[in-house]
Nanobody, 124 residues
């Protein structure tokens, strides 16, 4: 498994931006597709975005499409989630995850390594 550490969360106002980072270690980063998920209080963990091993393919949940951008730097073993025009409903703990599957998996069960999460709170 690969070890993942998220950072960059915080408290912002609606309309603001944040960039989350997820640093990977322990395995060859470019062998893993990466995903971002989030979990709000009392809700299931849900898919947010995914990026393929080489970064050429991405996929987004409808709720964030056009506002969030996932990217990766394989030389730095890091995946990013740029979040623009944040809304109160984006408030959640955000997790990055890694999978050895090809493409841009969206199912939680496809991912076998998870970070500890970073809190994002958006006030109205």
């Amino acid at each position: 498994q690969v070890q993942l550490v998220e950072s960059g969360g915080g408290l912002v106002q609606a309309g603001d931006s944040l960039r989350l980072s997820c640093a990977a270690s322990g395995r060859t980063f470019s062998n893993y597709a990466m995903g971002w998920f989030r979990q709000a209080p009392g809700k299931e963990r849900e898919f947010v975005a995914a990026i393929s091993r080489g970064g050429t393919s991405t996929y987004y949940a409808d709720s964030v499409k056009g506002r969030f951008t996932v990217s990766r730097d394989n030389a730095k073993n890091t995946v990013y989630l740029q979040m623009d025009n944040l809304k109160p409903e984006d408030t959640a703990v955000y997790y990055c995850a890694a999978t050895s599957q090809w493409g841009v998996p969206r199912r939680r069960s496809a991912y076998d390594s998870w970070g500890q999460g970073t809190q994002v709170t958006v006030s109205s």
